[in-house]
T-cell receptor
Framework: DAGITQSPRYKITETGRQVTLMCHQT?????MFWYRQDLGHGLRLIYY???????DKGEVPDGYVVSRSKTENFPLTLESATRSQTSVYFC??????????????FGPGTRLTVL | DAKTTQPPSMDCAEGRAANLPCNHS???????VYWYRQIHSQGPQYIIH???NNETNEMASLIITEDRKSSTLILPHATLRDTAVYYC?????????????FGTGTRLAVRP
């Protein structure tokens, strides 16, 4: 399917476990982003990537690891999950271009609960 | 990035215009105003953006005051499907990967 997808959509895990959230886009967009959204708050940027093998920290990167070996995939790993990482995680992508504003397209989100 | 201020909630009747205000009094000359919205449990969706001129697309209109210290997003004929949280974001276009800083937005409820 075309677009941006996230998996799993729902995940329950325990404190201390490693968890990987997947994000896949079919547009070959250069930029990809990971946000988290906590109840009653706006989205906060965790990490972003300008291209394959190029990543950079966002506003709240602690406790997360990302990689981008292929343009279309941008997995987010919680190396040792904590309860404070219970949240809804959104992946987004956008094209690179100079002809106009390139909007960010968001995935459907992954709801993660850490017990 | 300039800070934005939006009312936490608004409502309007279906079929009427919804006017969502945003204050950004510290906006600088090269910062754009972007609007996104988030329908319940979904990822945010881009609506419109502008620098200083009023803008219109198939979804909405954006009115930016002459001093650029505030703007209004207008949904001309609101429907129930427009019920969502609307985010006003001010950002320099193209800088640092176009990272967006979302505040808490305005929760718009469209009444039947």
């Amino acid at each position: 399917d075309a677009g941006i997808t996230q998996s799993p959509r729902y995940k329950i895990t325990e404190t201390g476990r490693q968890v990987t959230l997947m994000c896949h886009q079919t547009w070959s967009h250069s930029y990809m982003f990971w946000y988290r959204q906590d109840l009653g708050h706006g989205l906060r940027l965790i990490y972003y990537s300008a291209a394959a093998d190029i990543t950079d920290k966002g506003e709240v990167p602690d406790g997360y690891v990302v990689s981008r070996s292929k343009t279309e995939n941008f997995p987010l790993t919680l190396e040792s999950a904590t309860r404070s990482q219970t949240s809804v995680y959104f992946c987004a992508s956008r094209a690179t271009g100079t002809s106009g504003y390139n909007e960010q397209f968001f995935g459907p989100g992954t709801r993660l609960t850490v017990l | 990035d300039a800070k934005t201020t939006q009312p936490p909630s608004m409502d309007c009747a279906e079929g009427r215009a919804a006017n969502l205000p945003c204050n950004h009094s510290t906006i600088s000359g090269n910062e754009y105003v972007y609007w996104y919205r988030q329908i319940h449990s979904q990822g945010p969706q881009y609506i419109i953006h502008g620098l200083k001129n009023n803008e219109t697309n198939e979804m909405a209109s954006l009115i930016i005051t002459e001093d650029r210290k505030s703007s209004t997003l207008i949904l001309p004929h609101a429907t129930l499907r427009d019920t969502a949280v609307y985010y006003c974001i001010v950002r320099v276009w193209g800088s640092s990967g176009d990272k967006l800083t979302f505040g808490t937005g305005t929760r718009l409820a469209v009444r039947p």
